[in-house]
């Protein structure tokens, strides 16, 4: 699977848009860009996920680059409850999640 | 509720001692997976059974780490002759399909955290 690049940390002001970078330049044609984030001390929880085209649901929006090089998860009202580890996984349908590092997000009151 | 469980929630054990460690994944998911997280670390994977079949035990570290998942549902992760460096979070979760299938959102549990003195 492509690895990929995320930022060690970012901070965010509560009410204000999360935008979370990850970097993917080497994923292939099939496959997908998945996010999770992990609250302390929980298992990672699935937040959205995408192949080519953007992705919105009840949580977050997904954009995806036009080369599939990088994308953006974006909260788009950040509250308390966002902080978290967030993690970008490229994925390819037979294979197993590459979780890495993530980006440590903290939402400032 | 219908959600992942793992129990227990915390175990401590002795050098040389044996763990096992329960997942009950969500009713009717046909695959389950097991990772270890260390800590400041990512979750990394460790084993994948689809129902029954253990299909890839690739991220298993030594052979003293041992899964089963005998009637396809509940599973179990036992941990022979522990080490200091076991230490770490261990997660199942599971999925409605197969590593194939579309939609292969895992949901997971709390994890166990394990500490070996």
């Known amino acids: 699977d492509a690895k990929t690049t995320q930022p060690t940390s970012m901070d965010c002001a509560e009410g204000r848009a999360a935008n979370l970078p990850c970097n993917h330049s080497?994923?292939?044609?099939?496959?997908?860009v998945y996010w999770y984030r992990q609250i302390h001390s929980q298992g990672p929880q699935y937040i959205i996920h995408?192949?080519?085209n953007n992705e919105t649901n009840e949580m977050a929006s997904l954009i995806i680059t036009e080369d599939r090089k990088s994308s953006t998860l974006i909260l788009p009202h950040a509250t308390l409850r966002d902080t978290a580890v967030y993690y970008c996984?490229?994925?390819?349908?037979?294979?197993?999640?590459?979780f890495g590092t993530g980006t440590s997000l903290t939402v400032i009151p | 509720g219908a959600g992942v469980s793992q129990s227990p929630r915390y175990k401590v054990a002795k050098r040389g001692q044996d763990v096992a460690l329960r997942c009950d994944p969500i009713?009717?998911?046909?695959?389950l997976f097991w990772y270890q997280q260390a800590l400041g670390q990512g979750p990394e994977f460790l084993t994948y059974?689809?129902?029954?079949?253990?299909?890839?035990k690739s991220g298993l570290p030594s052979d003293r780490f041992f899964a089963e998942r005998p009637e396809g549902s509940v599973s179990t992760l036992k941990i022979q002759r522990t080490q200091q460096e076991d230490s770490a979070v261990y997660l199942c979760?599971?999925?409605?399909?197969?590593?194939?299938?579309?939609?292969?959102?895992?949901?997971f549990g709390p994890g166990t955290r394990l500490t070996v003195l």
């Open positions: 979760a599971s999925s409605q399909h197969t590593q194939r299938g579309a939609g292969n959102e895992q949901f």
């Open positions: 080497t994923i292939s044609g099939n496959e997908y």
């Open positions: 995408g192949l080519k």
């Open positions: 996984i490229v994925f390819y349908p037979g294979n197993q999640f590459y």
């Open positions: 009713s009717g998911h046909v695959s």
């Open positions: 059974f689809q129902n029954e079949a253990q299909l890839d």
